[in-house]
């Protein structure tokens, strides 16, 4: 697979419509690490994580300034959005599998963009579900439906289904959010072993989450970026009150 891919924010500031959403964010995510952004809700931080994967495209009022770029390219500059989504995949709050069998989540997004046969699909469907440690679970019920999972596997079926095509970047926008302590140990877990190939960037609520997998941290607030740099640092040793407010559990 390809190498993973840093990110640089610069200087970017999105509005819908009138509405200033975010203002001049700069960060730079590292390859082969996991970068948490945090803050309180409505601050920003999915608006953000969105724009690096052009799904705000899809909003008519959006508008940005400033540049994400990817080893030097200006994602923004490419006409075509689908371009980038083979590179930079996206696992989304509740698990979203299509309502077909788990073998067929697997295999629809390589079939829309590869040709190839479906054995050769199928081997790299188990190996992806091997990577996500579900394979063990489901190899006797491949053909049916993904509904019939539980909801911490639908979420490892969607992150195995998000690696079919290899991405360099994987977005997470609180992936663990509905699930129980088990399933979310499964995906912490997961992320950390997908960092060694890829680059992640993860919104999270969960602060302690933040503090146990990532590697570098942004705390948003009203669309700024207040504080960013390594994890242990930011916790350790906030540098702002509001900083400290937040991740204390005052705010």
Do not use: W
Request: overall charge neutral; aromatic content about 8%.
């Amino acid at each position: 697979m390809n190498k993973p891919l840093s990110v640089s924010i610069e200087n970017v500031s999105i509005c819908y419509g009138d509405n200033q959403v975010l203002k001049e964010v700069s960060l730079t995510v590292p390859q082969n690490s996991i970068y948490a952004f945090i803050g309180p809700s409505g601050c920003g931080k999915t608006t953000m994580l969105r724009s690096i994967n052009r799904m705000n495209d899809f909003v008519s009022s959006f508008s940005l300034s400033g540049q994400i770029m990817m080893e030097g390219e200006d994602i923004y500059s490419d006409k075509k959005p689908q371009h980038l989504r083979k590179r930079v995949g996206m696992v989304f709050q509740q698990p979203n599998p299509l309502p077909i069998s788990i073998m067929r989540n697997m295999i629809l997004p390589v079939t829309e963009h590869y040709h190839g046969s479906t054995a050769k699909f199928k081997d790299m469907a188990i190996e992806k579900l091997k990577a996500c440690a579900l394979y063990e679970e489901v190899k006797d019920k491949l053909n049916q439906s993904a509904f019939s999972l539980s909801g911490g596997q639908q979420q490892r079926l969607c992150i195995a289904r998000a690696l079919m095509l290899n991405p360099q970047v994987i977005l997470f926008d609180e992936p663990c959010s509905a699930l129980d302590p088990i399933s979310t140990g499964k995906i912490e877990e997961l992320l950390n072993e997908l960092k060694k190939e890829r680059t992640i960037i993860i919104v999270t609520h969960n602060m302690e989450q933040a503090r146990r997998i990532s590697d570098y941290t942004a705390f948003f607030y009203n669309g700024i970026v207040v504080e960013s740099g390594e994890t242990e640092k930011l916790f350790m040793n906030p540098e702002t009150e509001l900083l400290e407010n937040y991740i204390t559990g005052k705010f």
